[in-house]
C-alpha cells in the first residue's frame, strides 16, 4: 500500500519545490483543474510516458485524483512503485479537498 500524504505536508513540497504531483484524472478533468504544477499522468500510459516525464526513479512523487472514493491516484502510484520508483505517495483526499481548503488550482 502506498504511503499517504497529508494537505499541509503536500502544500509545503509544492511550495519548496521538492515534488513531483501527478494527477491521476487526466484528460478534461486536469484540463478543467489541477494542482499546481502537476502532471497529468493515467493509469493506462504509466509503463509509457512515466519514464519521460520521471525520469528520476528517486524523486519524491505525489498522486492524486478527486477524492477518497477515486481509486486512480492508488492505481497509479501503485504503478509507479512496480516501475521501480521509490519515493511515491498519495494524497488521498485529492483535488476536492485542496480547492475546498482554498488552495490554489490551476487550468490548462
Do not use: F
Request: aromatic share 6%; with cysteine.
Amino acid at each position: 500500500m502506498t504511503a499517504l500524504i497529508t494537505r499541509n505536508e503536500l502544500q509545503t513540497a509544492i511550495d519548496a519545490g521538492t515534488v513531483t504531483v501527478v494527477d491521476a484524472l487526466g484528460g478534461d478533468y486536469y484540463a478543467q483543474q489541477h494542482l499546481p504544477g502537476a502532471l497529468a499522468l493515467v493509469r493506462d500510459e504509466v509503463d509509457n510516458l512515466a519514464p519521460s516525464l520521471l525520469p528520476d526513479l528517486d524523486a519524491a512523487i505525489v498522486t492524486y485524483c478527486s477524492n477518497p472514493a477515486c481509486p486512480n491516484s492508488g492505481q497509479v502510484a501503485d504503478r509507479l512503485t512496480a516501475l521501480g520508483y521509490t519515493n511515491v505517495r498519495k494524497y488521498r483526499e485529492g483535488i476536492e479537498d485542496w480547492a475546498g481548503a482554498g488552495l490554489p488550482i490551476e487550468s490548462v
